[in-house]
């Protein structure tokens, strides 16, 4: 029986779908994910994790005339699926497709970020070109994954909240990495409460009955309201700090229900200005190891059994656990020495130090900037901080390790893994700099 994703070619084939043809591609795309990544190893949870929202995404806007900017970009291997590159026999080879958004590939790529957090600068800078030369397409950032802790973001969303005419629609994709695990749950069940018909009849009943019996019941009536408010600033945080920047909010919506994901969306279209879109998604959806792995829902993979997620062969030595090993060992011996990771606990090798001494390991986030002067305060007050990043990542904490850290010659050891060039995560993750950054402090 022929599959429907071999009549997908391009984004415009997906608007000729009935809704049970949709849900069959998504089983297929997530089928297609697991065989073809497990052969050569990539962003596998991440992507199974946003079939049912980049098919939504892809058929209610339209690429490129619509700017699609995925943040970040190792969620877009639907994407790529969607818009006509489905060899994915050589990913993540120079012969093959990138593991990010490439240029080079397709004229529905835009940015080519394996770095966190840029999508929405990237996005305001291109809603605002078009809004100088009166385009009326629209802009869409995808933010997940972890993206939402870097503090670009936050820069991005202050500017944003000041252009109310902005043509810009924020979907944000929590799939429980990118904000604490239990605040979308909530959030959702906020939702449903507000937009159950039980809750609505009982407030037209109290706005009828209460508001009708003079200044006693309008005060009820208010005090109740003020109730509301309050439980939304306590289980729903985000949709009262993103209404309190003055940017508008819908959802959350479950983000693997294709038809209700389209409606937010198609709302969304509707405002006149920025709006942020919360989309409910989980990393690894529909691959039984993924789901099952607590520690990062096969985040990425090398070549690995697509029947039971086991790896095809044993890693190879690399200098990551040799580091891991070591600073155990220093920190037995040395109590000031502490560890800072930037949301990379395992891959830098910090994990086993965060086991033995979890109070003296700091995870920051996607924060290299912030990572870098809290290792200068904590220098300052008597600790020696470990700081051990990616190489390339390096790059966006080079002030901080200038002006915090060496101008004020505090001691701080910084540990640069996948340093040179590092092949399969392309261009962007190649660290070569290093040494020309640090050698000239």
């Given amino acids: 029986m022929a599959k429907i994703l071999d009549r997908i070619n391009n984004p415009a084939d997906l608007q000729k779908l009935s809704s049970l043809e949709l849900a069959d591609l998504a089983g297929e795309i997530r089928s297609f994910l697991v065989e073809n990544v497990a052969k050569t190893g990539g962003h596998m949870g991440p992507n199974l994790g946003v079939v049912e929202l980049t098919i939504a995404l892809h058929r209610m806007f339209s690429s490129p005339t619509d700017t699609i900017i995925f ?18 026999a050589n990913l993540r080879t120079a012969q093959g497709l ?58 991005a969303l202050n500017n944003i909240s000041e252009r109310p005419d902005l043509r810009l629609i924020i979907v944000v994709n929590d799939n429980g990495r990118s904000y604490e695990p239990t605040i ?115 985040h990425t993979v090398g070549p690995i059994h697509p029947e039971t997620g086991l790896p095809v062969k044993k890693e190879r030595f690399g200098w990551t656990s040799v580091f891991a090993e070591e600073i155990v060992q220093l920190a037995k011996r040395n109590p000031k020495i502490v560890g800072i990771s930037a949301a990379m606990m395992e891959p830098v090798g910090l994990k086993p130090l965060r086991a033995q001494f979890p109070q003296r390991v700091f995870d920051v986030g996607i924060a290299e900037q912030h990572a870098m002067t809290m290792a200068a305060g904590l220098s300052y007050a008597g600790c020696h901080p470990v700081i051990a990043l990616y190489a390339t990542f390096l790059n966006r904490a080079f002030d901080q390790l200038l002006m915090d850290a060496a101008l004020h010659k505090q001691g701080i050891t910084v540990v640069l893994d996948r340093a040179g060039i590092t092949g399969a995560d392309g261009a962007s993750h190649n660290g070569m700099w290093d040494l020309a950054i640090a050698a000239m402090i």
């Fill in 98 to 155: 990138s593991g990010y958004p490439s240029r080079a590939e397709s004229v529905h790529d835009v940015v080519e970020n394996s770095h966190a957090s840029t999508a929405l600068s990237w996005a305001q800078g291109v809603a605002e070109a078009k809004a100088l030369r009166g385009d009326r397409s629209y802009t869409v950032a995808v933010i997940g994954d972890g993206a939402m802790t870097g503090g670009m973001t936050w820069e």
């Fill in 184 to 298: 979308g749950g909530l959030a959702h069940h906020l939702d449903a409460l507000r937009t159950s018909p039980t809750y609505e009849r009982a407030l037209r009943w109290g706005k009828q009955h209460l508001k009708s019996r003079g200044k006693p019941g309008e005060l009820t009536y208010d005090a109740l309201h003020g109730i509301k408010r309050g439980m939304a600033d306590i289980v729903s945080p985000e949709q009262v700090m993103f209404s309190d920047l003055g940017i508008k909010y819908t959802g959350p919506v479950d983000g693997h229900d294709i038809v209700a994901t389209e409606f937010q969306l198609a709302r969304a279209k509707e405002f006149t200005g920025p709006i942020i879109v919360h989309v409910i998604t989980e990393k690894g959806r529909g691959y039984t190891p993924a789901e099952e792995n607590d520690a990062d829902h096969f």
């Fill in 71 to 88: 943040d970040t970009g190792h969620q877009a291997y639907v994407h790529k699926i969607l818009t006509g590159r489905k060899n994915f």
